[in-house]
């Protein structure tokens, strides 16, 4: 399956952008504080979460294409839930943090769908 190929080149990708940030901090001393560290710490979520739907289509096949939208669901039930219970301005960052989260969560499911039409072209083509 090409979906085994993609994912390395996709853990290759991000290998090369940990290394670039960790040499970028090397070299500033900047010690991945402040933005460039949450933008390093969801770019590793977004990978985490790509590997698990390209996972779950390699084990359970067409059936994954329910399966993510309604985990999509379930995470912004739950994120609202944990928001709902945070009283004060701490519930106003709780609920700016869940809404980053989601929308890497989004583009990881905008790419994953991606990667799968990209696979049934390659497909067609052999």
Known sequence: MITKRASMIRLMV????????YLYALLTGD???????????????MFAEWTAFVWLREH??????????????????VGVMIVDSIPGWSGLGAAIF???TLAVLAGAV????????????YKKKN
């Open 14 to 21: 991000c290998l090369a952008a940990f290394v670039i940030s």
């Open 110 to 121: 905008v790419f994953f769908f991606i990667e799968m039409i990209i696979y049934r072209v």
């Open 31 to 45: 010690n991945l504080r402040g933005l460039f560290g949450w933008l390093v710490f969801l770019w590793l979520l």
């Open 98 to 100: 869940f809404l980053f």
């Open 60 to 77: 359970i096949g067409r059936h994954c294409y329910w399966v993510i939208p309604s985990f999509v669901i379930l995470y912004y039930w």
